[in-house]
């Protein structure tokens, strides 16, 4: 079975600080990975996809890539009360037919 | 708006009954997918469409039929509804590029209820 494991959460962080969120990955053909965001009620929204090793920035969303350990993070610096959200991390193969799977999201609350 | 729609919003039916969901996108993308998220959020891939081909047909009870008429519609027909399939359905629609970056854009989703 090809999963995406992430913590449930929920992850609680203060307003104006670092959150980091995690995930990890089985299938070693993933190539390419993804955040969404997904707000209560809502449907998911991408904020950030990787595909190299290391960093990639947008904003005030860092996400890293670890092929070696299959290993997948987001940072978001600055955390406002808006930013709580479930985050849904998935992975999916190069090329083809973009079979995507998702986590099971790690729910996070930024406390005001 | 450019966007992917879904219709109903919310179903409530008894089981056994027999229903659809209907969804549309605008956004010109040549594939379409039936997600389900069950109550602990998980998003499990039902089924997948490449314009107008069935082409991602995961473990899923042949109660649910989807179809695609054209490659902007997809539809899902569930018959036979039971307590287990009370989740919210999701479609989305993506551009295949051929690179690894694939980004899919969700409907609002469908909540079913099955009483």
């Known amino acids: 079975q090809k999963e995406v494991e992430q913590n449930s959460g929920p992850l609680s962080v203060p307003e104006g600080a670092i959150a980091s969120l995690n995930c990890t990955y089985s299938?070693?053909?993933?190539?390419?990975f993804f955040w969404y965001r997904q707000y209560s009620g809502k449907s998911p929204e991408l904020i950030m996809f990787i595909y190299s090793n290391g960093d990639k920035e947008d904003g005030r969303f860092t996400a890293q890539l670890n092929k070696a350990s299959q290993y997948v993070s987001l940072l978001i610096r600055d955390s406002q009360p808006s930013d709580s959200a479930t985050y849904l991390c998935?992975?999916?193969?190069?090329?083809?037919?973009?079979?995507?799977?998702f986590g099971t999201g790690t729910k996070l609350q930024v406390i005001p | 708006d450019t966007a992917v729609s879904q219709t109903p919003k919310y179903l409530v039916t008894q089981m056994g009954n027999d229903k659809s969901i209907k969804c549309e996108q605008n956004l010109g993308h040549d594939t379409m997918y039936w997600y389900k998220q069950d109550s602990k959020k998980f998003l499990k891939i039902m089924f997948s469409?490449?314009?107008?081909?069935?082409?991602i047909n995961e473990t899923v009870p042949n109660r649910f039929s989807p179809k695609s008429p054209d490659k902007a519609h997809l539809n899902l027909h569930i018959n036979s509804l039971e307590l287990g399939d009370s989740a919210v359905y999701f479609c989305a629609s993506s551009q295949r590029q051929g690179v690894s970056y694939n980004e899919q854009f969700f409907g609002p989703g469908t909540r079913l209820t099955v009483l």
């Open positions: 299938d070693r053909g993933s190539q390419s």
């Open positions: 998935a992975a999916a193969p190069s090329g083809g037919y973009q079979k995507v799977t």
């Open positions: 469409y490449n314009n107008k081909e069935l082409i």
